[in-house]
């Protein structure tokens, strides 16, 4: 079946690092959104790309959509404390616009 | 303009007994999901819900899960008969059914089965 996967599953940076993480779908997506969920929360919506290699920026996040709407990746620049939490990517299910597939999810902790 | 509600936000049942967790989209919105989420993992979809129709139950247990959204009132996931191992956070989002796919999350249930 239709499958999101993101890596790594784990990341632990130090404050003012970089972070990346990435997201593969197994099929080509109509769009990808983003979710970010803190430690005991609920995920809360971050942005949706649409586009062929569409980059889209939120201050210190850079999120892209690859050319063949497959792939994705979130990049925080010089990462907070604040950024602590799983990023989850998450597209369309085939055939069925409403639902989503999220992906594995990847848990971000910044050591200040 | 109230964010998509959900309770209790912690239940905890026996084995054995019935478990009912609610969900109030935001106004405006007809679209609801329900999700579960186990420690340390993602979200899993279970059931796509329009008012007073299922859409999707493909996620769903066929056995002792059922899901309504009626017409008045809010959304219900019904676990019957509960076990351990439905111990998990399940969390209900709701969108607008537009072309934007965005979906609201509540802060969700925590399930605790003894």
């Known amino acids: 079946g239709q499958q999101v996967m993101q890596i790594p599953q784990y990341q632990h940076v130090q404050e003012g690092e970089d972070f990346t993480t990435y997201c593969n779908s197994s099929?080509?997506?109509?769009?990808i959104q983003w979710y970010k969920q803190r430690p005991g929360g609920h995920p809360v919506f971050l942005i949706q790309?649409?586009?062929?290699?569409e980059v889209k920026k939120q201050k210190r996040l850079t999120f892209q959509f690859g050319e063949a709407k497959k792939n994705s990746s979130l990049h925080i620049t010089a990462t907070q404390t604040t950024d602590v939490g799983t990023y989850f990517c998450?597209?369309?299910?085939?055939?069925?616009?409403?639902?989503?597939?999220f992906g594995t999810g990847t848990l971000l902790a910044v050591q200040p | 303009n109230a964010g998509v509600m959900q309770n209790p936000r912690h239940l905890v049942r026996r084995r054995g007994q019935e478990a009912r967790l609610r969900c109030s989209p935001m106004?405006?919105?007809?679209?609801v999901y329900w999700y579960r989420q186990l420690p340390e993992e993602g979200l899993k979809f279970m059931v796509y819900?329009?008012?007073?129709?299922?859409?999707?139950e493909s996620g769903m247990p066929k056995e002792r899960f059922s899901a309504e959204f009626p017409k008045e009132g809010p959304s219900i996931l019904r676990i019957q008969q509960v076990v351990r191992g439905d111990s998990a956070a399940y969390f209900c989002?709701?969108?607008?059914?537009?072309?934007?796919?965005?979906?609201?999350f509540g802060p969700g249930t925590r399930l605790t089965v003894l």
């Open positions: 106004k405006g919105h007809s679209h």
């Open positions: 819900l329009q008012k007073e129709n299922i859409i999707d």
């Open positions: 998450a597209g369309p299910r085939s055939g069925a616009t409403n639902k989503l597939i």
């Open positions: 099929t080509t997506l109509s769009n």
């Open positions: 790309l649409v586009k062929s290699g």
């Open positions: 989002a709701s969108s607008p059914g537009t072309r934007t796919n965005e979906q609201f």
